[in-house]
């Protein structure tokens, strides 16, 4: 079965210090891996995808995440964290060739980002 | 639309009473998703729709739960009976299309409805 797993519920970082949410796959066949942001009392918005190519994949907001096909991770990364950065973050994969529209998101990671 | 609407934000019902969630997707995708979002459940996929195709309802999670989409459009999410475990937030989420071309198949997802059954 498809799945995507966020092993860390929180993720503390300093402002101006380089963020990493974590995000691990396990599918048949290729991956196609997605990471949405949620804010507050907001929907999820899209930051950035992996279908195929570069490994470094980039996105919305100064994001950027990283394929990488052995250790099949798909990590989140921002070179610089905000206070703005700070919600609530979701890796997802895009379930099998029979139901190309559903997705199935890990548990979520929480991002603070302290002044 | 400038993006999925959905409504209402808020909905308080009594236990055993019928809800009807709203969602307005993107105008011209063809594709519309139903999620629920709740404590130590996280994101479950509900319902997907893809034009006129058979819907694919395999995330519902009883026969409480169902879903229909009006001239290829909007979207209500109706929960029958509810009961305090329904509580969560009702997300909906709409794409160009369901097609294989992952590219067209970001989903855009409305701010959701949170459903409080009490």
């Known amino acids: 079965a498809q799945s995507v797993a966020q092993p860390e519920d929180q993720v503390n970082v300093a402002e101006g210090n380089p963020l990493t949410v974590k995000c691990t796959y396990s599918?048949?066949?290729?991956?196609?891996l997605f990471w949405y942001v949620q804010y507050p009392n907001r929907g999820l918005q899209f930051l950035l995808k992996?279908?195929?190519?570069?490994?470094l994949v980039k996105g919305s907001y100064g994001f950027e995440a990283e394929f990488n096909k052995s250790q099949t991770s798909f990590h989140l990364k921002k070179p610089s964290a905000l206070v703005s950065d700070s919600a609530l973050y979701f890796c997802a994969v895009r379930l099998g060739t029979d139901s190309w529209g559903k997705l199935q998101f890990g548990a979520g990671t929480q991002v603070v980002v302290t002044p | 639309g400038a993006g999925v609407s959905q409504s209402p934000s808020n909905k308080v019902t009594e236990k055993g009473k019928d809800v009807e969630l709203r969602c307005d997707p993107i105008?011209?995708?063809?594709?519309l998703y139903w999620y629920r979002q709740s404590l130590g459940q996280g994101l479950e996929f509900l319902i997907y729709?893809?034009?006129?195709?058979?819907?694919?309802k395999s995330g519902l999670p009883s026969d409480r739960f169902s879903a229909e989409r009006t001239g290829g459009s909007v979207s209500t999410l109706t929960i029958q009976r509810t009961q305090q475990e329904d509580s969560a937030v009702y997300l909906c989420?709409?794409?160009?299309?369901?097609?294989?071309?992952?590219?067209?198949?970001?989903?855009?997802f409305g701010a959701g409805t949170r459903l409080s059954v009490l």
């Open positions: 729709f893809q034009g006129n195709s058979a819907p694919d």
């Open positions: 992996y279908i195929t190519g570069d490994n």
């Open positions: 105008s011209g995708h063809t594709a």
């Open positions: 599918v048949s066949g290729n991956p196609y």
């Open positions: 989420a709409s794409s160009l299309d369901g097609s294989t071309t992952v590219a067209k198949n970001i989903q855009y």
